[in-house]
């Protein structure tokens, strides 16, 4: 069955540090991926998808993110953190054609200035 | 920027009544989707229609959880009798094809 890793529970880096969230996915074909961002009490905000292409996929608010198909995952990356990047951060993959998600436990991200 | 809405955006409700979430997808979306996030875990996915037809209901309780889309475009879930474990954020979203998916802000159901 399909599923999600997001090894990392919580995650804390300094104002201006980069960061990396890891996320591993299980699923039998080629994969939608995706990341999205949720505020405190908040929907979620869709950062960044792949769903074919360049394995190296542009999102919003300065984000990036790499598929790697021979390590089943899908990184996000930012090269400086601002404050207001604390969030959680959910990586989800689809499956059925791209029609349902399966998301992650979610990682929470603490900035400390 | 086109939204999704839901409301109400918070509801308390005592255990075994019923309660009723309201959703209004993006204009033109056929594909609408509810979802539950219990807290500290990432959003599973309740039942998903395309336009007025329930395509996969599979992770519904369909014994206490129940979902419409009359005129295949705004949408309600029913939970009743409402118990102490449906305690959670209730998302709705919707989205064009596999163009992605736009969540709403969601409902957050605490049961007493």
């Known amino acids: 069955a399909q599923s999600v890793t997001q090894p990392d529970i919580h995650i804390t880096v300094s104002e201006g540090a980069s960061l990396e969230l890891r996320c591993n996915y299980s699923y039998g074909a080629t994969p939608y991926l995706f990341w999205y961002v949720q505020s405190p009490g908040q929907g979620l905000q869709l950062l960044l998808k792949?769903?074919?292409?360049?394995?190296l996929v542009q999102g919003i608010k300065g984000f990036e993110a790499e598929f790697k198909r021979s390590q089943s995952s899908f990184n996000l990356r930012k090269p400086s953190v601002h404050w207001s990047d604390a969030a959680e951060y959910f990586c989800?993959?689809?499956?059925?054609?791209?029609?349902?998600?399966?998301f992650g436990a979610g990682t929470i991200l603490r900035v400390k200035s | 920027e086109a939204e999704v809405a839901q409301s109400p955006r918070y509801k308390i409700t005592e255990k075994s009544q019923a309660v009723a979430f309201w959703c209004d997808p993006i204009?033109?979306?056929?594909?609408l989707y509810w979802y539950r996030q219990i807290l500290g875990q990432g959003p599973e996915l309740l039942v998903q229609?395309?336009?007025?037809?329930?395509?996969?209901d599979s992770q519904l309780p369909k014994d206490r959880f129940s979902a419409e889309r009359l005129k295949g475009v705004d949408s309600t879930l029913k939970i009743q009798p409402a118990e102490l474990g449906d305690s959670a954020m209730y998302l709705c979203?919707?989205?064009?094809?596999?163009?992605?998916?736009?969540f709403g802000s969601g409902t957050r159901l605490t049961v007493v």
């Open positions: 979203a919707s989205s064009l094809e596999s163009s992605g998916y736009t």
């Open positions: 204009s033109g979306h056929a594909t």
């Open positions: 229609f395309q336009d007025e037809s329930v395509v996969d």
């Open positions: 792949y769903f074919s292409g360049d394995t």
């Open positions: 989800a993959v689809g499956v059925a054609g791209g029609n349902k998600l399966v």
